[in-house]
């Protein structure tokens, strides 16, 4: 992004947040402002949804957002590039040195300036400021507005989202976005993507001379009805009856891929958590497992032949106190 933009655009105000703002801040402003003017449901919002994208791109990345601090600062303050500290009217060369690079005194340590030899900004000998300058913003491409000549740009980075459905997350999906230029870009969206995750796809973003930028995504994973996900593990809720739970019984559970046969071990209490190992989510790099919680279902009516059932095994196990011990360890 050209320098002279960074003079000119105030990114807090696009992105509605203050400057001290932190980067959850910042990311919550943008995803808001996003959703709000994205061009698929704002026609003509084009322009506003690229400037919320910039705006994000400087902000969101801490060494431009503290770079972009420094050129505002010298915007505001008016600065004028005098050289020794405390000139009339403007700011001294050591201040700004001190500002670009973080204490009064100059550059950093190892860091390569080239010395002017006439009468430039610094005076004789001094540091060439076109050459400092032109180094905050990639090295030889110089600073619009100083005199320096302007090398090939790369294309700036560009900041889309995408919301895809919780099966799509899982096994992968490819998403068809609308590029700055008005056109598409197709992105691969690879399994196991989590919710809020960013995906950079390389040179994917916007035009340039010496190259396009590249594009990151962020993705936005609607709910699903029956599974929600733990890591890489996939998770489920399993309904039993009371007489699978005591008496034990193998039952049909659903995956993402099919069903699979689940064995609910004799006297398995409400909550507890089965497990069927391969069969959750696969990424690259690993495969999760698929966790059972067993729910104990109580029926809500009976008939008379049930309550006979149950008020029989009542009877049976009236000895048996599951609250025994309870009062006692409250109290201790």
Known sequence: ???????????????????????????????????????????????????????????????????????????????????GAGSAGGAGFEDLLGNLFGGAGGPRSGQRVRYSTGGGPGGPGGPDLED?????????????????????????????????????AVQGATVTLRSPDGGSVTARIPAGVRDGQRIRLRAKGSPGESGPGDLFITVTVEPHPVFSRTGDDLVLTLPVTFDEAALGAEVEVPTFDGTVRVKVPAGTPSGRTLRV???????????????????????????????????????????????GDLMARARG
Do not use: C
Request: without cysteine; proline residues 5%; aromatic residues 8%.
């Open 1 to 83: 992004m050209a320098g002279q933009d960074w003079f000119e655009k105030d990114f807090y105000a696009t992105l509605g947040v203050a400057k001290d703002a932190d980067a959850a801040t910042i990311k919550k402003a943008y995803r808001k402002l996003a959703r709000t003017h994205h061009p698929d449901a704002n026609a003509g919002k084009d322009a506003r949804f690229k400037e919320i994208g910039e705006a994000y791109s400087v902000l969101s990345d801490p060494e431009q957002r503290k770079q972009y601090d420094t050129i505002r600062t010298m915007s505001a303050g008016g600065a004028r590039f005098a050289p």
């Open 132 to 168: 400092l300058l032109g180094g905050m913003f990639g090295g030889g491409q110089g600073f619009p507005g100083y005199g320096a000549p302007a090398g090939p740009r790369r294309g700036a980075d560009v900041n889309a989202t995408t919301r895809i459905g919780f099966r799509e």
């Open 277 to 323: 190992k391969g069969r959750g989510i696969k990424t690259a790099s690993a495969t999760g497992d698929l966790r059972v919680n067993v729910q104990v279902v109580v029926p809500q009516r009976l008939d008379d032949d049930a309550r006979a059932a149950v008020e029989a095994y009542a009877k049976a196990t009236a000895g048996e106190d599951p609250r």
